[in-house]
């Protein structure tokens, strides 16, 4: 069974706090994706990567970076967390060509 | 921008009845049209897709419709159940890309 695994389901940070999310896939997929989800604004592209080390901007980038060491492996990270960065952080992978496979996500609050 | 305009936003519908959800377009490079099912506290699933070179795609109780010269694609959801209740979003991707543009998504609820 595919699997997108984002390792934390619930997050409380503070203003000013360095956060990290990881994602991990099983799928041996080449590209990986972050997106933030808000209710009214549906699903918004972060950061994409389509190998190795190699990453994109996507619609909303400010604010966030993204880390790819390894090829099952993508980390979103806020450097400085702000209220506004509150929000619902879905992970995502797919082939080339292919649907993508989500996790579940990972609900942050910044206090 | 928005590059895919979904509607409605919210959508409440009685069991056994038929729930419509519209998507439009603008970009005629887009090629691939798939619509994504998510359930609360879970991530978006892929629920079924359509190319432009049919008008129409049954799965069970979901159907999708296309009108290219529209520029415009639906999903269908016939005899609802409360177990369709969910977040459904449209998506539209061009032809070599692997990025979809993601309409804002509709909260169905189906009550029983």
């Known amino acids: 069974d595919v699997k997108v695994t984002q390792s934390s389901r619930y997050l409380v940070k503070r203003t000013g706090e360095k956060v990290f999310l990881e994602c991990v896939q099983d799928m041996d997929h080449e590209n990986m994706f972050w997106y933030r989800q808000d209710p009214g604004l549906g699903l918004r592209l972060i950061y994409f990567?389509?190998?190795?080390?190699?990453?994109e901007k996507g619609d909303i980038p400010e604010g966030y970076s993204v880390s790819r060491e390894k090829k099952e492996r993508f980390s979103l990270i806020l450097e400085s967390a702000s209220t506004n960065q509150t929000s619902m952080y879905l992970c995502?992978?797919?082939?080339?060509?292919?649907?993508?496979?989500f996790g579940e996500g990972s609900r942050l609050t910044v206090l | 921008q928005q590059q895919v305009k979904q509607s409605p936003q919210s959508l409440i519908v009685q069991k056994g009845g038929i729930s419509i959800i519209n998507c439009a377009y603008e970009n005629t490079a887009f090629d691939y049209f798939p619509w994504y099912q998510q359930f609360p506290g879970k991530g978006p699933a892929l629920l079924i897709a359509?190319?432009?070179?049919?008008s129409e795609k049954k799965e069970g109780r979901f159907t999708i419709s296309f009108n290219k010269s529209a520029k415009q694609f639906s999903l269908h959801i016939m005899d609802s159940q409360p177990g369709d209740s969910a977040t459904y979003f449209c998506?539209?991707?061009?032809?070599?890309?692997?990025?979809?543009?993601f309409g804002r998504g509709t909260s169905l609820i189906v009550h029983p």
């Open positions: 990567s389509y190998d190795v080390k190699m990453k």
């Open positions: 995502a992978s797919s082939s080339s060509g292919g649907e993508l496979f």
């Open positions: 998506a539209a991707r061009v032809g070599g890309s692997y990025i979809p543009t």
């Open positions: 359509i190319r432009p070179d049919v």
